[in-house]
């Protein structure tokens, strides 16, 4: 194997071009440093290669995935960049020629011996034979722009996923103690994986060969967590979402106290005036003052949990538990056609499942027939809640403004935006959606400092930072 | 430019191999960042969950190359007097009073030129890391404490290697330091102190390497032992705790069980030491509830 040199400056402008494609920003020194990376070490080892351009054009972890994806495809071993002389080998494996057997191993001889090379941890072995039931069950059709997920989906239903995980579990007859079966199951999730990426490898190998890398990144198209949907995320994607909200909710404390900070005057810091004024031979010429204690923010968060916005009640409620941890007074509140404080369910359970799980067993949220009433929610609001809210309280409101044709009480609203500091309203649905249908943003919007479409967090982080 | 040509640093190979000298098991990829900072002459932030060796690849550095290692801890409220440098002012006045009493130069151009000089200076470390004549190793420990103000100070330092004092001019390296900053990821960073860095995320250890890193920091336990332990703990990790084990925690936990005289993990021990690992009543719990 080797490298295409000549042009390979070309090559990591391109990557770079890919990279920002896909939202990964990417400087101008950045990629003079990535050249420089690749000078001094060699490129044709490609993880050498992997780390070289990840630690200079990559800052951020989060970022780490979609860079895996774009750099694997891009310099897979069937790429331009990278000779073919290898993977010639791979073509003809198909066959089964070179693993000295043919045609004549069927399904279930195939199967085995992914077992068995997943057992004993051979990975050479495992692409071998990853190669031939690709060739033979996931039916790739040349040409067409597609990003291999069925593919991938076909091969592994011939396979039997489930025949490979019953085959790999820990015999249930040994005498095994706990901890030992604990681990080994923990085992077996790897190996699948294991078995996954080695066919997500292999497919898209080929759909390189056949269509070129940069066409093929345009087709997956990875998205980075923060601009990952809210409302269509999947249970892997919130999973994302999820790890990106602690530092966002440090900063919304950050946003909400130091506007506090800066606002009050402060009083004189005596020991600090005086120790400086030696500089001038004891004459306090520079007067320091003391940093005013930021001054404790509340926190009303009152989230739709209803069935339309589903996903993004779990983000919502993420949320909430991640504020939780950074504010000293959160109250939250959550509604479906009736509305329910739910703080103490946050402070009283250790993990946000539980929380979760409280909530929507306990939570007092339906009042007539479980459909979304933005009207009544705040009638009871304002009628038990209103006398809490201070200029001290910034209230946020989490959800789509679908109101099922209910009354929107929005002059409520105004009250509860009188009393309080700042009244925020973030919307998970696209801007163009709203107020089409049972959708009622526009009653709102009157009353609240802003109506914001929050569909991703890179949208939510961009809400934060405007709050100063 | 590479800030080194000390042999430890000449290949990938030769950073691996140096380091696990120094009793540091760095990945394939710890080892080609080090190589390349060198290389570049760029520092390096290096980010993960706390508890993953950060602060120890620094001192690990410092000790394979044995330079000094310069330390700047970040906390809210750090300034330039207290990150750089600081005018050594009662020596100054000292100094002053000295000339009143007649035995020196006493016009005010005289000491005017002397007090603002090296003499009156007080280094910090980053002045401390750039000046002198044997190189160091600078680390700038829980950057994400500072506030994002105060990460400009770091800025000329560390992609000029100089330090601009007003009265006195630019002070150029005389040494080229090896810098690391870590950080917790509390913050976002400013991209202005991303763009100057490479960019090296530790975090847990593959299985195996936990297991060698085991064996080596924990006398007397056996490769079997190590192998449960890492196991065990990857195990946790894969589970939606509050605060996963860190690698130091599991070395703490292999220490524990040696001294208990385990010999694998039997669910009683495990049950009874495992606050070692986890901090959080509920973490525990959950873990515990694995074990049925």
Request: charged share 30%; hydrophobic share 30%.
């Given at each position: 194997m080797s490298l295409q040199f000549d042009n390979f400056y070309d090559t990591v402008v391109e990557f770079s071009r890919l990279l920002r494609d896909v939202r990964v920003p990417v400087s101008m020194t950045e990629l003079v440093d990535a050249t420089l990376a690749i000078e001094a070490i060699s490129p044709?080892?490609?993880e050498q290669l992997r780390v070289a351009l990840f630690s200079t054009m990559v800052k951020s972890e989060s970022h780490r995935k979609v860079f895996n994806t774009v750099f694997d495809v891009f310099f897979s071993r069937r790429s331009n960049y990278f000779?073919?002389?290898?993977?010639?080998?791979?073509?003809?494996?198909?066959?089964?020629?070179q693993m000295g057997f043919g045609d004549e191993v069927d399904l279930?001889?195939?199967?085995?011996?992914?077992?068995?090379?997943?057992?004993?941890?051979?990975?050479?072995?495992?692409?071998?034979l990853v190669r031939i039931a690709v060739a033979r069950y996931a039916g790739i059709e040349r040409g067409r722009s597609?990003?291999?997920?069925?593919?991938?989906?076909?091969?592994l239903k011939q396979l039997n996923l489930d025949a490979i995980y019953a085959a790999l579990r820990p015999d249930e007859a040994l005498e095994l103690n706990s901890v030992a079966k604990v681990i080994a199951n923990d085992k077996v999730e790897d190996l699948v994986d294991s078995l996954k990426s080695t066919l997500e490898d292999e497919i898209r190998r080929i759909l390189v060969e056949d269509r070129g890398a940069t066409a093929v990144v345009k087709t997956i198209k990875p998205t980075l967590p923060q601009d990952l949907d809210f409302i269509s995320a999947s249970r892997d994607e919130i999973e994302k979402i999820r790890h990106a909200i602690g530092p966002l909710a440090s900063k919304l404390r950050a946003r909400i106290s130091g506007r506090a900070r800066r606002a009050k005057r402060s009083q004189l810091d005596f020991r600090k005036t005086f120790r400086e004024s030696l500089r001038y031979g004891g004459v306090p010429i520079e007067m320091h003052l003391r940093k005013r204690r930021p001054s404790k923010p509340e926190i009303f968060v009152i989230a739709d949990i209803s069935g339309s916005v589903a996903s993004f009640a779990r983000f919502a409620l993420q949320l909430v538990y991640a504020l939780s941890e950074n504010f000293s007074k959160v109250r939250a509140f959550v509604f479906i056609d009736a509305i329910?404080?739910?703080?103490?369910f946050f402070s009283q359970s250790t993990s946000i499942e539980e929380a979760i799980r409280l909530i929507n067993t306990e939570a007092n949220v339906v009042h007539l027939d479980g459909h979304t009433d933005y009207g009544n929610a705040l009638e009871q609001f304002t009628s038990r809640y209103l006398d809490d809210l201070t200029k001290k309280s910034t209230i946020l409101i989490l959800g789509d403004a679908r109101n099922n044709y209910h009354a929107s009480k929005a002059e409520l609203m105004a009250e509860m935006r009188r009393r309080s500091r700042g009244l925020y309203f973030l919307n998970p649905e696209p801007a163009n959606y709203w107020n089409s249908g049972d959708s009622i943003v526009r009653e709102y919007q009157k009353y609240a400092d802003r109506v914001v479409e929050c569909r991703n967090l890179r949208q939510l982080e961009v809400f934060v930072d405007s709050l100063t | 430019m590479s800030i080194s040509d000390s042999s430890f640093l000449v290949s990938i190979d030769a950073v691996e191999d140096g380091l696990r000298g120094v009793d540091y098991l760095p990945s394939r990829e710890i080892a080609t960042t080090v190589y390349l900072a060198n290389r570049l002459a760029k520092p390096i932030l290096v980010e993960g969950p706390a508890g993953t060796g950060k602060t120890e690849l620094a001192k690990a550095i410092s000790r394979l190359l044995s330079r000094e290692l310069v330390r700047l801890q970040c906390y809210e409220g750090l300034d330039d007097?207290?990150?750089?440098?600081?005018?050594?002012?009662?020596?100054?006045?000292?100094r002053i009073q000295s000339a009143k009493n007649g035995d020196d130069d006493t016009s005010w151009s005289g000491v005017r030129g002397d007090i603002f000089t090296a003499?009156?200076?007080?280094?910090?470390?980053?002045?401390?890391?750039?000046?002198?004549?044997?190189?160091?190793?600078?680390?700038?420990d829980e950057v994400d404490r500072v506030e994002v103000e105060t990460e400009a100070l770091f800025l000329e330092v560390l992609s000029d290697f100089q330090v601009t004092i007003p009265e006195f001019g630019t002070i150029k390296a005389t040494s080229m330091p090896l810098v690391l900053l870590t950080s917790n990821n509390t913050r976002e960073l400013s991209e202005a102190l991303k763009r100057r860095c490479l960019f090296l995320h530790l975090?847990?250890?593959?299985?195996?390497?936990?297991?060698?890193?085991?064996t080596m920091k924990v006398p007397g336990l056996s490769e079997a032992l190590a192998k449960e332990i890492s196991d065990y703990v990857a195990f946790l990790r894969g589970l939606d705790l509050k605060k996963a084990p860190s690698v130091s925690e599991s070395i703490d936990w292999a220490i524990t069980l040696i001294s208990l005289g385990a010999s694998t993990l039997e669910n009683d021990i495990v049950r009874s030491t495992i606050n070692v690992l986890l901090k959080y009543q509920g973490d525990i719990e959950k873990a515990i509830a694995k074990l049925t």
């Open positions: 044709i080892d490609r000779d073919s002389s290898e993977s010639e080998d791979g073509a003809n494996a198909s066959s089964g020629d279930e001889g195939l199967r085995e011996m992914v077992i068995e090379a997943l057992r004993g941890g051979d990975p050479e072995q495992l692409a071998r597609v990003s291999g997920v069925y593919y991938s989906y076909r091969t329910d404080e739910v703080t103490d | 007097a207290k990150a750089i440098y600081e005018w050594n002012y009662s020596k100054q006045l000292l003499e009156f200076l007080l280094e910090r470390p980053l002045l401390h890391a750039i000046s002198g004549s044997d190189p160091k190793v600078l680390l700038i975090g847990y250890p593959s299985r195996e390497r936990e297991k060698d890193i085991l």
